[in-house]
């Protein structure tokens, strides 16, 4: 059981990174991406293939893949960002899957669907499984943790102002004098990098990725995660991650108490029961758990009038 536990903390930080990463691309710059998955996808590829083909050290590897997410990113951002709504998410779930299915097929570099197994970890085989978790948990919590940080003063430098503002209306940013398309791009560069770190987390953790790990349902459940705890709010993206990741785990517990049912019709019920319990949520609270707080200027002389 602490071994289940210390796991489920380690996807919630992992499930906090990524919330973070979106909350840089829709909740400050308000471009929608569902291809969050795509680049979780090649930081977990490219420091798997690093790493275990090369023999590069594992930071190294997880910088690189941290690296080539955000160069991923920025490529797609150039290409999209004339893009908006409804058809910046087609595209972006377009090049996720696209990601998913090379994966598959380049049998020479992934491995194909067989995946690629053995990726090293920090220390592990010279500690015990336990401590390995421990170990983890600590070097997730502490990148999710400064990553925090240095989103938090992304959000209150001049260049978050910006993105909340190109959010808002960017025609008003761009006749400001700014460069909307040069600020999108940066932002989804970043956001990019901390999916991609993600990713490399995760493949060093479970030590073996295949494409059908990286499906469109992750996306949704980071989606619901920041939707959950207030988009535009870091300290929201941290809690609805972890909000989430307790849902998700908390139904495997009751589904079991319920009587007459196969194990298919209880993993059906479990999606039900998780569907309503964020459809409720969202319904009663649509900001969030910790939604998005702007400063208020104040004007000069509106007491007196």
Known sequence: MENYVIAMAVSACIYGLMALGLNVIWGLAGMVNLGLVGFFAVGAYVTALTTAKLGIPIWA???LGTVAASLVGAFVAMITVRLRGDYLAIVTLGFAES???VSSNAIWLTNGTDGISGIAGPLRG??????FNLLYLA???TIMIAAYVLAERLRASPFGRVLRAIRDDEQVVAVAGKHVTAFKVRAFAIGAAALGLSGALYAHYTS??????????????????LLTGGVGNN???LIGAFAVVFLLESTRFVIPLVPFISAVQGAALREILIACLLIVMLRYRPQGLAP???ATIPVPGAAAR
């Open 61 to 63: 590897g997880m910088a």
């Open 99 to 101: 990601i998913r299915i």
């Open 126 to 131: 010279q500690i015990s499984p336990a401590q």
């Open 139 to 141: 070097i997730v919590a």
């Open 208 to 225: 073996y990725i295949a494409p059908d790990i990286f499906v469109p349902l992750l996306t949704l459940y980071i989606k619901l995660a």
């Open 235 to 237: 300290r929201g993206a």
């Open 292 to 294: 998005e707080r702007l």
